[in-house]
Structures are given as C-alpha cells and as structure tokens.
C-alpha cells in the first residue's frame, strides 16, 4: 500500500526558511516523477513543484521560484521542499503527491495525481 | 499560465439529482483534464483522468467529457457521499493548474 506522509511543517516569522520532508513507501519511488502541492486554508488547490525521476529535472510555479528548492533522495526514498524567504501567502498545508503506474516493473509517472499525503500546515506569521 | 475556471461555485442539490460542473481553459488544453474530489480536512482524491478516463473504484455515476477549452464532470444520480468539493486540474504545459472548485451541497 502507498504511503505518503509529510512532515516539517510549523509556525515562521515572514522570510523565514522551512525544510519539508515527505516519507514515501509501498511502491517503486524512483521510478515517478514527484510534486508537492498546496492548499491555503479555506482556498482551492496549487500546484508547486515537481521534480523528475532522478532529480536532474525541476519545474516550479511562478510565485515560488527562486525562493523555493525541490529535491529527492532515491535511497531513502524521500522527497524535500526546501523553503526560503517565506511569506504570509505561502501560509497553507503542503502536500505531496504523485500520479502513474507500474506495469510489468516499468513505470510511468504522469501529470494528475493520484496518491496523496495526509498534508503538513506551514504558517507564515509575526 | 493556463487559468482554469470552473461553474458554479456552489451547487445546491438533492440526493438522485443528475449534478453537472463545467470546468473552462483559458487556452486548449486537448484532453488533459484531471478532476478531484475533496471532503473536509483530507486530501483531494482523484476522480478521472484524462479528461473522460475513470479512476480505478471511482463510482460509474462519475463522468467526464470534453476537449479544447470546455470540459464536464457529470454525476449522474448524487449520493450522499458525494456532497464534497470538486476541483479540475488541467496538465497540458507547465504551470499545471486547477479550477478554483465548486462545492456541492444539501439542498
């Protein structure tokens, strides 16, 4: 079974720095490309980041780029969202996710996301 | 960046009501739609991909249709599980991004 669990979120003063870590198991993690998401309390979903299947590759959403470092490590199978210089509106719970299958041990990542963490809250408060 | 827009916000509806939400692209996005299903205070669930493919468990009463701009998910007779929030997310080019959901709720 797949398992994503988040961890690292907490309270920041603005233009602060928080490391976010996500916990993967239960399936192939080198073998998907893998995003972190957000949801703003009481908001819809965003988008963040993804990184590609070995780490050579990132794509960002503009309003984090520069700021915010997408990372994985295949052997511990954990994925990293490092952030810095933090602001009131990247106040939200930041999940991670991925989407694909494997099929007879290939695997092929794709662009919706079809497992999800549980969330961790990030605040970004005085 | 694609702007995703999704109609109504709000949905009022009954149980064994047929439920239609519209999701428009700002630009085509051909067949690369995703729609979501979230209930309060967990993760968002995956409900069909590619614009009219069904998740695997996802009840046969969820559809989705659609290409180029327009785009609908379709519940074809609402359960009492279903009242929840739904979100579209289109895929086509980087950014990915969703609609800004649409919540159905008791009539």
């Known amino acids: 079974e797949v398992h994503l669990v988040e961890s690292g979120g907490a309270l920041v003063q603005p233009g602060g720095s928080l490391r976010l870590t996500c916990a993967a198991s239960?399936?192939?993690?080198?073998?998907?490309?893998m995003n972190w998401l957000r949801q703003a309390p009481g908001k819809g979903l965003e988008w963040v980041a993804n990184?590609?299947?070995?780490?050579?590759?990132?794509h960002y959403v503009g309003s984090v780029k520069g700021r915010f470092t997408i990372s994985r490590d295949n052997a511990r199978n954990s994925l990293f969202l490092q952030m810095n210089s933090l602001r009131a509106e990247d106040t939200a719970i930041y999940y991670c996710?991925?989407?694909?299958?494997?099929?007879?041990?290939?695997?092929?990542?794709?662009?919706?996301?079809?497992?999800w963490g549980q969330g961790t809250l990030v605040t970004v408060s005085s | 960046d694609i702007q995703m827009t999704q109609s109504p916000s709000t949905l009022s509806a009954s149980v064994g009501d047929r439920v239609t939400i519209t999701c428009r692209a700002s630009?085509?996005?051909?067949?690369?739609l995703a729609w979501y299903q979230q209930k309060p205070g967990k993760a968002p669930k995956l409900l069909i991909y590619?614009?009219?493919t069904l998740e695997s468990g996802v009840p046969s009463r969820f559809s989705g249709s659609g290409s180029g701009i327009d785009f609908t998910l379709t519940i074809s007779s609402l359960q009492p599980d279903d009242f929840a929030t739904y979100y579209c997310?289109?895929?086509?080019?980087?950014?990915?991004?969703f609609g800004q959901g649409t919540k159905v709720e008791f009539k």
């Open positions: 996710a991925y989407g694909g299958s494997c099929v007879n041990d290939v695997c092929q990542s794709a662009a919706y996301f079809r497992h």
């Open positions: 239960g399936f192939t993690f080198s073998g998907y490309e």
């Open positions: 990184v590609s299947e070995i780490g050579t590759v990132t």
């Open positions: 630009q085509s996005i051909r067949s690369w």
């Open positions: 590619q614009t009219s």
């Open positions: 997310q289109h895929y086509n080019s980087y950014p990915w991004t």
